[in-house]
């Protein structure tokens, strides 16, 4: 016996030729070089099952002790929207008239970012993201999750990508603290409202600043032999 009291399955993993490793990490890349975040949304019906092919796919991501302690209320119920515009609209605007720094006001100054938020009511979907900090066991007593929020992160962000790959676009919303949330979905206490991400097609005159992304040399080191 090695002490091990999991058990195991053989890996399911596919070796792939050097070459065609490279046109597949190159293609991925120039597909996400494409993904924008968007604010002019249609308001065009997305397909159930697209989104939940997304979620699955958010869901593979790896976790603290693989507790996968996330949750994802979607939402395209309009009264639930309404709800969360109002619940956003009103923390935004508490937050640029006396909460922001004034250096965090400059750096959204050039996106054109205000407390209105009219896409939390146009774009078709809304996905909730929760961290769960503890899971109730069926007696209702708290087991513990490990890096909640760095478990969340990660799938989070396999979700936009699968949602860009999927053809959709984004938006990740952030106001705070958004306990709002928690009443308007029905979630628990244990649960920490962290984002809204705004899901659906652009309209066909949508615009988005003209940035750039930082150079590979910018935002990586290498420590190679």
Known sequence: MDGKTFKEIPL?????????MRCRAKSFNELLQKRRTVRDFSDKSVPRDII?????AANSAPSGANRQPWHFAVINNLEKKKQIREGAEEEEREFYQSRAPQDWLDALTPLGTDANKPFLERAPYLIAIFGQKFELNSEGNKTKNYYVAE????????LVAALHNAGLATLTHTPAPMKFLNKILDRPDTEKPLMVLVVGYPENDAKVPAISRKSLKQFTSFHED
Do not use: R, Y
Not at 12 to 20: A, C, G, S, V
Not at 52 to 56: H, I, K, M, V
Not at 151 to 157: D, E, F, L
């Open 12 to 20: 399911d993993f596919t070796l792939i030729e050097e070459n065609e």
């Open 52 to 56: 939940d092919q997304c979620l699955l």
């Open 151 to 158: 478990s969340v992160g990660i799938a989070t962000g396999l």
